[in-house]
């Protein structure tokens, strides 16, 4: 379906991504690749071109993805092969991403510069797919949690900033820590520390000299600390944090980014038999904790930011909408409450002009069936998905 450059969509209701109660009976008027303006719906409007839906919300953003994986049950299937399939199989995520409702990502960590290349074929309309923020290769230590996945060795605090320095030269907009181990790398210990607090100090100071933000890993209580007072802008997994870790977020007003989907994904196909046994055991152990512990920071006022780790075992790009699902099921937030951390507030750790529906804004918009209020499983399959303006899928072709 192809969309004059001017047009208006009329919301039974309108979520706007920034948690406020939706707005009833308006109509979001678009111009190129903005929002115009939001009219209420009895005003005469010269767009020509008029569109419907029970409810309208902001493109959602996934700030934790890796796009080179496609949620295989055993992750070593894709590290076996070539750099070329695993483009291949980034352009197909990302379009499957996109289609699903999702039109901007954070990539956490590639072999080589495949979400990088793929990000600017995607800018110059090459391919379809979501807006996508690459940190590139993800800085681990020696023999660490990722390092199987291409993630660079970084050993010492000049390293880690030569490390770092390899990233911006690649075109790197972000930068991935490891600051403990993880359930996918074999022998990895989820609760061990792994690069320093020194370490990623040096490598948060050089990031931020040129204006990068900061993810770290971090499961264990120590490390996810220790990357903390590093100064990181987000921890992702964040599963066995404690009241002092809370403390810290609080103080330094850090992000979590719980990637629920990521842990609950392998415990809910735990039975099937295709996933490493390493891998089931590890997520295993730590499912209780996660949900208790990240509620607890949710609880106290942590920011929470959507991102699932999509490309995990059944974690699938497309399946963002679950971890929407979980955010209100697990942490206890209203439908709303959880489309604003997978809206605007991943928008404003991304630092990327995205998230919210207002005038002046990007048109990234999902038309849905139904309402999100009553049921969150409307965003599973968007009616339509507009991306700056224009139509990246639609369920009508009228
Ligand atoms: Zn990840």
Redesign the pocket.
Known sequence: MQLPARFAIRCGRLYDGTGAPPQTNVTVVVAGDRIERIAANDERLDAGHVLEAAAVTPGLINA???LEFSGEPDIGVTVLTTPIAKTLLAAANARRSLEAGVTTVRD??AAQSNAIELRDAIAKGVHAGPRIVPAGRALCMTGGHGHFIGGRETDGPWDARKAVREQLKAGAECIKLIATGGVLTKGAVPGQDQLTQEEMHAAIVEAHTHGMRVAA?AIGTNGIKNALRAGVDSI?HGHLLDDEAIELFRASNAFLVP?IA?VSCIVERASDGEQPDYVVRKATALYAAMRENITRAYRAGVAIAGGS?A??PYNYHENYAYEVELMNTVLGMTPNEALHAATQTAGRLLAVDAGVIEAGRPADLLLLDGDLEADTRTLRSPQCVIKGGAVARSRNAA
Do not use: K, N, S
Request: charged letters at 15%; aromatic letters at 0%; glycine letters at 16%.
């Open positions: 934790h993805v890796h956490l960590g890993h992702e990637t990521a780790d490309g995990t």
